[in-house]
């Protein structure tokens, strides 16, 4: 083979694997595929409030540490040229220099140069505000943590809202497309019976009635379908214009969420999050307390520092016959906080005051709490006993209906009776995907109330 065949050969496959890789970055996304805990999983590190959570902890760390560092060794330089371009004139009596008594003689000091360079040290001794600064930064961290914990947990439940309210949705457009099928499978075949003069025109048109009601309603179910896709992808932080999937099945994730031992749990109310962040609130308020009243305290710090000066009428600084004069000087600060006509008292008291206001809400939080976890119970208990009932509900209407169709082509009942029947199945229908949906969304909020998990059990590990 000639090596100019070889060549045209490779030039061919190299434009071969470009116009593929170009292929691939010009295919379109593919769909993102999830179940529900794959859901809540990508929403707690995607999610646009878990990011702004995750933020804000790391902000507070840095607080943390600007705090901290407030009273470790701080260290400055400077630096400072000047060129005296016209010197100062300063005039000394003549008897000086020989004069007669009154008269002036004009001197200029120093020269018309100077560069001068300093170092600082200074360190915080003793400050009462500094030691209460300490605590507030770390009571900072931990409401930023808390809040955290309470981000997660809201969204978490507002993915499962929102993917169980996808799988309704769907549903609900299955079972309109099948009821709109048979619908209009009774509505040709009664159009034939009354074409063969063996029905009356009524009951064809009560057939009609029913289609376009329920084609309607299809209508409006695919659109909330996509509303409801839309909402799930902006809980999860997927832009909304990228396509999505789910893959549980409703009747399926509502069996799975039957858990009667969660009715029974039990767990401490002071390791509630809600309890926690109100815990925190009442942490601040106390150190605020603290805060105003150690401004009260004396505060001390010293410094010392070191330069060097060099003069001269040219620039001639860095030249190695330069002389540079050395100074350095260490000192204290001693400040005393003696009087300030009841200013500080008066605050330190609204600080006081505030801080038995966060003890009441922390109180009045406590018996919510519980308030809201025996609600939550009865509300979950209710929607396991609710979801047996309409599943029941939906066995019967569908049977009613079934007979009213064989008695309706029989000619023993009416278009009227087929259709109330029909009413009753298709309510009985979307109760019976609202008592499943129930069931997903009342465990979720359970298991928020239940959920006893610190920062630390989260992200630390």
Do not use: C, H
Request: no cysteine; aromatic share 8%; hydrophobic share 40%.
């Amino acid at each position: 083979m000639s090596i100019s065949i070889i060549k045209k050969i490779l030039l061919l496959v190299g434009v071969s694997l470009n116009l593929s890789l170009y292929a691939q970055d010009t295919l379109p996304n593919p769909e993102y595929s999830f179940s529900l805990e794959e859901a809540v999983r990508y929403g707690l590190e995607n999610a646009y409030n878990s990011q702004i959570a995750s933020k804000d902890v790391a902000i507070a760390l840095k607080q943390k540490w600007e705090i901290i560092s407030q009273g470790l060794p701080q260290i400055s330089a400077n630096a400072e040229y000047r060129n005296n371009l016209i010197q100062p004139v300063t005039l000394l009596p003549g008897e000086i220099a020989g004069g007669a008594p009154g008269t002036f003689v004009p001197v200029t000091f120093g020269t018309k140069q100077n560069l001068t360079a300093t170092a600082t040290w200074n360190q915080l001794i003793f400050d009462g505000s500094y030691i209460v600064g300490i605590q507030s930064a770390k009571t900072l961290l931990q409401i930023t943590e808390n809040a955290k914990i309470k981000t997660d947990l809201e969204v978490k439940k507002a993915i499962t809202d929102a993917y169980g309210n996808v799988l309704l949705a769907k549903e609900s457009v299955a079972i309109l497309e099948r009821n709109l099928e048979t619908v209009e499978k009774n509505l040709n075949d009664t159009e034939k019976i009354f074409e063969n003069g063996l029905a009356e025109e009524e009951e064809v048109e009560q057939l009609k009635i029913t289609s376009l009601g329920l084609q309607v309603n299809l209508n409006n179910a695919v659109r909330m379908e996509d509303v409801a896709y839309d909402m799930l992808k902006v809980t999860m932080g997927i832009p909304v214009e990228r396509p999505i999937q789910v893959e549980d099945d409703l009747n399926q994730l509502s069996m799975e969420n039957f858990d009667l031992l969660l009715l029974s749990k039990e767990i401490n109310v002071e390791k509630n999050i809600d309890y926690r962040i109100a815990e925190d609130q009442a942490n601040s308020a106390e150190v605020e307390v603290k805060l105003e009243k150690s401004k009260a305290l004396p505060s001390l710090s010293a410094f010392v520092n070191y330069g060097a000066q060099g003069n001269s009428d040219e620039f001639t600084f860095f030249t190695n016959n330069q002389i540079y004069f050395d100074q350095s000087v260490l000192g204290l600060s001693l400040n005393i906080p003696i009087f300030s006509s009841g200013m500080r008292s008066a605050r330190t008291a609204q600080k006081e005051l505030a801080y038995e206001q966060s003890l009441l809400e922390l109180e009045q939080t406590k018996n919510r709490i519980k308030l809201d976890i025996q609600t939550a119970k009865n509300d979950y208990s209710f929607s396991l006993e609710n979801y047996q009932n309409k599943k029941q509900n939906l066995e019967l209407a569908e049977r009613m209906e079934n007979k009213n169709q064989i008695k309706f082509f029989e000619g023993l009942a009416t278009s009227f009776e087929l259709s109330e029947a029909q009413r009753q199945l298709y309510q009985a229908q979307q109760e019976y995907l609202q008592a499943m949906l129930d069931v997903i969304t009342q465990k979720a909020k359970l298991e928020n109330l239940l959920d006893t998990t610190t920062y630390s059990e989260y992200y630390d590990n």
